[in-house]
């Protein structure tokens, strides 16, 4: 199983889209963080958890399920930081590789000496973008591909079909 822990500000700190969000407003950037991270996890299967710094809000830890996606607002007085190393300790095990999202380079090597690996918010865009230019291709060569028939038809039949199915007859 593979798991992606996202340290969430420091995701939406980098990227260019989100920042802009962020300007505006923090929750937009927070909810389209999670959308990408849901079209992330809906291609890649990996279990993805969102680690949000809840600092300096009063309160207790807040966890919700978004899509498929994780999203934890850590406890008062914890950083995303503190929670994100006990996330790596508690799923990390030999049937687990965990990877750590976050271009903060303390915790990068905090939770690879506990056995995480790393991927900084560029790496993370990088593989995103990738994965959207994989979805589209399959998704235009889906489009493409003609149905087939186990009967032979012309194209005439074919569309006075298409048309009866679709109700226009």
Known sequence: MVVLIVDGYNIIGDWEELRRLKKKDMSQARDRLIELMAEYQAYSGARVIIVF????????????KQYRV????????????????????????????????????????????QGALRKSARELAIEFENVEREISSNVSEHQKAKPKTKIPLNDDVLEKFEKWRRGEM
């Open 70 to 113: 994780e999203v934890i607002f850590t406890k008062e007085k914890e950083t995303a930081d503190e929670c994100i190393e006990r996330l790596v300790k508690k799923l990390k095990n030999v049937k687990t590789q965990v990877y750590v999202a976050t271009s903060d380079y303390t915790e990068q090597r905090v939770t690879f000496g």
């Open 53 to 64: 710094d809840a600092y300096y809000v009063r309160g207790i830890e807040s966890k919700l």
